[in-house]
Nanobody, 122 residues
Framework: QVQLVESGGGLVQAGGSLRLSCAAS????????MGWFRQVPGKEREFVATISTSGGSTSSADSVKGRFTISRDNAKNMVYLQMDSLKPEDTAVYYC???????????????WGQGTQVTVSS
């Protein structure tokens, strides 16, 4: 089992940057594909980015390509989301999640963090 705790959210102006972190417990972290998702009230959870177990493969949503970068440090049991050129439409609660396979579908992720709020002001 994996427990996930996100941090790094906050309020930032449009055009600014934030770095989200996700700390994972357990000795099997390196076996999991990690992903970031986001959700706004009244809408479905949306895929943001995912990274393979080794970190060698990544995938991101078209809406964040070129602006967000996912990375991981297996030695530290950490996954990160570097968010640059932030836009007001990026405002959401951001969730870290772990899956057994490389996928963009939230239903395939087995473990979830509690989320961290990101608010981008115009």
């Amino acid at each position: 089992q994996v427990q996930l705790v996100e941090s790094g959210g906050g309020l930032v102006q449009a055009g600014g940057s934030l770095r989200l972190s996700c700390a994972a417990s357990g000795r099997t972290f390196s076996r999991y594909v990690m992903g970031w998702f986001r959700q706004v009230p009244g809408k479905e959870r949306e895929f943001v980015a995912t990274i393979s177990t080794s970190g060698g493969s990544t995938s991101s949503a078209d809406s964040v390509k070129g602006r967000f970068t996912i990375s991981r440090d297996n030695a530290k049991n950490m996954v990160y989301l570097q968010m640059d050129s932030l836009k007001p439409e990026d405002t959401a609660v951001y969730y870290c999640a772990a899956a057994g396979r490389f996928t963009v579908y939230s239903a395939s992720y087995d473990y979830w963090g509690q989320g961290t709020q990101v608010t981008v002001s115009s």
